[in-house]
């Protein structure tokens, strides 16, 4: 079976713009990320699909120095750009990895794609989420994918790129994996980045544990540091739990309120 690893990445992001180019121990965002994604053992094929606006063309010359495959697709509608870049390699199980995800755990990767077996439409580690808020992997066949970008007319599934998938499980077949700890930290842990101060966080992170020798460092060595120095972990504590779902509860069948978190208005 052909898998293919999606990542979705744009510089017109309104709340840290350019966010995917910003540099972590010595390379951007997006180089960093990528690296981790390829430390997985699952073997998969993996593209960044960007968008067609010319400001993305920085993304495209990025990729090309890299060495990283690149698609181009629609600037807004993300399951269309999702589906036409699986389309375009063939791929038979996609998954989503974010690009506002550079602390990614590549086991994590390989245990959300281990967890797949045929007869499931999508398998992820988000819904419900245990994981720390930045380890985002879901995974759906191709056809699963094909059905959402034919069928989804909501302006939500046609941005978040899934929610048509998970938020019918009457529907479709659906697994979810959660944290071997058994713990939750969904809402309490933030590893992802949307804002400045969450920029400032995986800076912090990456300079202390990014080393040549060793660039791939794991989910418990970044815990072990945050709770070794917590004014790193404060700096961005403020966000967590602060994600998409707060502004379509009205619309999300299988999301409650204590999945998500009302942005204070100052913040």
Known sequence: MKILVVIQARTGSTRLPGKVLLPLAGAPLL????????????????VVATTTDPVDDMIVRLCERHSIPVFRGHPTDLLDRHYQAAAAHRAELVVKIPSDCPLIDPRVIDRVLGAYEPGLDFVSNLYPATYPD?????VMTFNALSIAAKEAN???????????????????????????????????????????????????VFDALYKPARPIFSLDDILRYLDAHPEVDALNKKFCGVNWYRHHLDQLRTVTTDQTRILETNQ
């Open 31 to 46: 180089v960093r990320m990528v690296e981790r994604v390829r430390a997985a053992h699952t073997p998969f094929e993996i």
């Open 134 to 138: 930045g380890n985002d992997v879901e």
């Open 154 to 204: 909501k302006p939500h599934e046609r941005e978040h790129t899934t929610p048509f998938l998970w938020d019918q499980p009457a529907r479709f077949r659906l697994a979810n994996v959660v944290w071997e700890t058994g713990e939750d930290e969904s809402m309490t842990r933030r590893l992802t980045v949307d804002y400045a101060e969450d920029y400032a966080m995986l800076a912090a």
